[in-house]
């Protein structure tokens, strides 16, 4: 069974840029979490979205932003792009039945 | 305010001896715990998970205990080893409360096992 894929690996972007991220869940994982890891804060969730619908949200401002399409694969769009969003954008799948997470190998972000 | 806290930034052990990583969480309302490992440049693989309602749940080389009066659990690795060197990482969720797509993460701990 393929893993959770998630392009683009790597970008960088101009502050005040937008870009989306995407993320393909394992085929059959209904519920795609996302992630920012960076070195002060750790790992820290943005939001889970469970056929279609957001299901949880963290704390972040409204720039960022996500939708799932109905075959489960999620994007992740940043608006208005500032340094600190510089990190580690991490995907997970899950069954969503309250199971373990599965990552994918992120999808690191740069902004100048 | 870190509501899942792994206090020890790394670890050394050397090869084949135990590994014993801690983790404390502060929201009584977690009912699910799981660790993670994680190599640079990858993203976290799933190692062990436990539910609140047990104390112990072992996979293997790697067991997981919990103790909810304390807050407090704990992953053992044995034996060790060079392998397992990583940063490992402590989450809990709140599945009953509708928080199972929220992984609540500590900080890691680095693990580095010596031949």
């Known amino acids: 069974k393929a893993g959770v894929t998630q392009t683009p690996r790597y970008l960088i972007k101009t502050r005040g840029q937008q870009v989306t991220l995407s993320c393909s869940p394992i085929?059959?994982?209904?519920?795609v979490s996302w992630y920012q890891q960076t070195p002060g804060q750790g790992l820290q969730f943005l939001f889970e979205?469970?056929?279609?619908?957001?299901?949880n949200k963290g704390n972040f401002p409204g720039r960022f932003s996500g939708r799932q399409f109905s075959n489960s694969r999620s994007e992740m769009n940043v608006s208005t792009l500032e340094l600190g969003d510089s990190a580690l954008y991490l995907c997970?799948?899950?069954?969503?039945?309250?199971?373990?997470?599965?990552f994918g190998p992120g999808t690191r972000l740069t902004v100048t | 305010d870190q509501q899942v806290k792994q206090n020890s930034p790394s670890l050394s052990v050397q090869e084949g001896r135990i590994s014993i990583l801690n983790c404390d969480y502060t929201?009584?309302?977690?009912?699910?715990f799981l660790w993670y490992k994680k190599y640079p440049a990858e993203g976290p693989t799933f190692l062990i998970s436990?539910?609140?309602?047990?104390d112990k749940n072992e996979d293997g080389r790697f067991t997981v205990f919990l103790n909810k009066s304390a807050k407090h659990l704990s992953l053992h690795i044995v034996p060790s080893q060079p392998g397992d060197s990583a940063v490992y990482f402590c989450?809990?969720?709140?599945?009953?409360?509708?928080?199972?797509?929220?992984?609540?993460f500590g900080k890691g701990t680095k693990l580095s096992v010596k031949p």
């Open positions: 997970a799948s899950s069954p969503g039945q309250g199971s373990e997470q599965y």
């Open positions: 085929s059959g994982h209904r519920s």
């Open positions: 979205y469970f056929s279609e619908t957001q299901r």
């Open positions: 929201n009584s309302m977690f009912d699910y």
């Open positions: 436990i539910s609140s309602i047990k």
């Open positions: 989450a809990a969720s709140a599945r009953g409360w509708g928080s199972q797509g929220n992984l609540i």
